[in-house]
C-alpha cells in the first residue's frame, strides 16, 4: 500500500467540484493523485460517480439528502453537507477552512467571477479550474513562473495594471477584463497594485 493511502491529511488541497459543464475526468484526475478531500455539490454529483471519484462531501439541499440516502453506504465514509443560507462555494470554504485546509482546487468555477473570491484567496490557497484552463492567484501582488513558450490569461480588475517582465523584455498595460499574452520559454514575473489571476491552458 502506498503512503498516500494512509490516513487523508489536510496538506493536500482539496478537489472542490463545483460543475462539470465542459469539465473531463482527464482534467481532474491529476488533482486526485494524492487523494485529496473531494468536496462535490449536488449538481455535480452523478456525473462525478461515473467518473469513479471517491467523494468525501457532499453539498445539498435537504431535498437532495432525503432522495440519496444510499449514497451514504455507497461512498462510505461520507458525509452530506446541508446548504441552506449560504451558496454551494461559500458553504464549501466555509467547511475547508474549519476542517483546517490550507488549499483547495475549485472544479467548475466560472472565471469570469474571479472578484467574488478576493476575501477566501487571502484565507486559503486557491486555484480555479474552468474548462481546460488553470488560474493561480498572485496574492502579493507578485508572481513568477516558469513556462513553455505559450499563451496565458490574466485576470484582473478591469483596466488594473500588471507589468509583465521575461526574456521579451518589460511590459506594462491595463487588464481589460480578461487579457491574452503570448510568453517566451523561461521565467516570466508578473506585478500589479492587487490581487490578480494568472492563467494556463491544462
Known sequence: MSSHHFVKE?????VFILEV????????????EWSPTVLVAQEAVEV??????????ILATHEFQKENTRLLEEQYPLRFLTV??????????HYLLASQHKGVHLVGFDHQKHQELEEK???????????NWKYYPAKEGKFSKWFAATEIRLLA???QPVEVS??????????????????PEGISIFSSTGIFWIGERI
Open 10 to 14: 489536510q496538506q493536500e488541497p482539496a
Open 21 to 32: 459543464k465542459g469539465i473531463s475526468f482527464e482534467i481532474v484526475a491529476p488533482l486526485l
Open 48 to 57: 462525478v460517480l461515473t467518473w469513479g471519484v471517491k467523494i468525501d462531501v
Open 84 to 93: 441552506s443560507n449560504l451558496t454551494f462555494l461559500e458553504e464549501g470554504i
Open 121 to 131: 484567496v487571502l484565507q486559503m490557497d486557491l486555484t480555479l479550474v474552468d474548462g
Open 157 to 159: 480588475a478591469e483596466s
Open 166 to 183: 521575461n526574456a521579451h523584455g518589460s511590459l506594462l498595460f491595463p487588464v481589460c477584463y480578461l487579457t491574452q499574452l503570448e510568453v
